[in-house]
């Protein structure tokens, strides 16, 4: 078994050696896995390419690290608990030994159904234990899936079954979600009349809702599980073979494909885990996320089951039936590690201490923070309310792109600071540049983070576009990988993450490009220009704020301004929907036509301090205009 770091003088000795001798380093940690052929070469790497590979030529599975590797010490062992958005529905609890005849009872319904190695499958479901068998089974055959969160609209989900060609779409008849019902199928309906490549679609009874069955198309989970093998023998993978597509909102309009592969994904996972969350055996631990994002993916599903730990899976959301219902879950089953996103812990700090009141809490040994940076303000309540002081709260920073944890303190090792992510874990080598790309050495310095060694979870590439790839994350700093994020190295030595210095916002610990929500809003037949910025918001951190150019055609600005968001959440969904909308009579730009969001962006957070000089835009009578507007 992986052995986890268990003191602050061994993070710093494990450190050092990670950055000395890296080969050795990944290689020890990764011959605690089951693997069907070593590799020859621990990793080699290009940033310019980039071309980065780990664990050359070995071949494995991740599915039996996940089953083989463990099911003689933990078969009966829970798995995963899956608790229903209504607290009156019964929950289900699955035993590694259940959950892996499931996967190997749906890998082959996935085979019998023409799923072959290699292809793409579309995962677009609630929070419901199939969802959890859909990715293992993918990843037992080798298919490589992409999930798309179930709140994306049928052009969202369009675009990204067009963008990988996926030959499949798993989906269910619909999602609970605090007090609706919500449509999921029809959403795929929508989807596939703008798509050629799907030839199959498995649909999970969830909620009864009456559908639309394709007949030759669509087929139901039950049925094509009834009669298969509880057996199955995993595909032999090879270390870089595509274990899953994640899309993510860039600075252009289009969603970019971020390719994770097999072996490295899977050793960074588990160690990431099990050492930010100091894991023991018998602990409960429960992350809050959606399947949909990368969290998902890495901390409640692959981190914790190839440590043989027992994850949530919580189907509802933090207020429903009641704001006390994320604490109630934590005492129904005593969690230990208990991660979140700022966003919800926001949410539920301005409901106030009383909807904690009913519950102990005094099974947590760890409290987490993710999606963002988390405020100071939030930090304390939830470190004192929640960790009721004597939890470590484990503030992490990551990104889609880099598959796992890369700063952040261990939990009881690393002595907390409020709102730091603080250390880097070992074998991660961040540095802090300038805008001219010199390095920023030593302590109380600040500019843009980068990673300058490779990292077994790493981005390989954006599927179908290696040369996006390239342009985003290794191009603006030559030799680097990009993390588009500013960060502070404080008198200690504690990293704090400052949020994006590019154009995607963070919103509620989800990335959106400012160019995505604009070509939505630049749908609106009234619209002939909009430009999107963020801007401080108390709950979700980063608020939507669009200002728009409209042709009024007897509209008033209000009907106008509803259609806008309409418009925004029917094309991406609601989760883009612009908070703030402001009709301006134009932009300011440049004399060469640059819109300057740096204006914008003071606007929209109310600092209208050093604007700078505004004289020399193309129309400065705009920037007075839009001040007004915004004071409104």
Known sequence: MMEKINSLSAYFKEYENSIEDPENFWSEIAKTFQWQKTWDNTFSWNFNGPDVKWFENAKLNITENIFERNLHTHSEKT????????????????????????????????????????????????????????????????????????????????????????????????????????????????????????????????????????????????????????????????????????????????????????????????????????????DIYWCTADIGWITGHSYIIYGPLLTGATTIMFEGVPTYPHPGRFWEIVDKYKVNQFYTAPTAIRALQAKGLEPILPYKLDSLKVIGSVGEPINEEAWHWYHDNIGKGNCPLVDTWWQTETGGIMISPLAGITPNKPAHASLPLPGVQPVILDAEGNELKGNNVEGNLCIKFPWPSMIRTTYGDHKRCKDTYFSTYPGMYFTGDGVKRDHDGYLRILGRVDDVMNVSGHRLGTAEVENAINEHSSVIESAVVGYPHEIKGQGIYAYVICNKNGQT??????????????????????????????????????IMR????????????????TSTLLNPDVVEEIIEGANI
């Open 598 to 613: 740096r204006i914008l962006r003071k606007v929209a957070s109310k600092d209208f301090s050093n604007l700078g000089d």
């Open 557 to 594: 600005k209000s009907d106008l301004i509803k259609e806008i968001i309409a418009t925004v959440s029917k094309i991406i969904g609601p989760i883009a929907k612009p908070d703030k909308v402001q009709i301006v009579s134009g932009l300011p730009k440049t004399r060469s036509g640059k």
């Open 79 to 282: 798995a995963i608990i899956w608790e229903p958005n209504d607290p009156n529905e019964k929950s289900i609890h699955i035993s590694y030994k259940e959950l892996f005849e499931k996967t190997c009872q749906f890998s082959n319904a996935l085979e019998a159904n023409g799923i072959k190695k290699g292809d793409r499958i579309i995962i677009y479901m609630p929070m419901i234990p199939e969802a959890a068998i859909a990715m293992l089974a993918s990843a037992r055959i080798g298919a490589v899936h992409s999930v798309v969160f179930a709140g994306f609209s049928s052009s969202a989900l369009a675009d990204r079954i067009n963008d990988c060609q996926a030959k499949m779409v798993l989906t269910s008849d619909g999602n609970y979600r605090g007090a609706k019902n919500i449509e999921v199928k029809a959403v795929v309906d929508e989807a596939l009349e703008k798509t050629n490549t799907v030839e199959k679609v498995i649909v999970c009874k969830r909620t009864g809702s009456k559908v639309q069955m394709k007949t030759g198309r669509d087929l139901w989970w039950h049925d094509v599980i009834k009669n298969q093998s509880l057996q199955h023998k995993a595909a032999s993978l090879d270390s870089e073979d595509l274990l899953f597509i994640l899309y993510t909102s860039g600075s252009t309009g289009k969603p970019k494909g971020v390719v994770h592969t097999t072996a490295g994904y899977m050793v960074y996972a588990q160690y990431s885990f099990l050492n930010v969350f100091q894991y023991e055996q018998d």
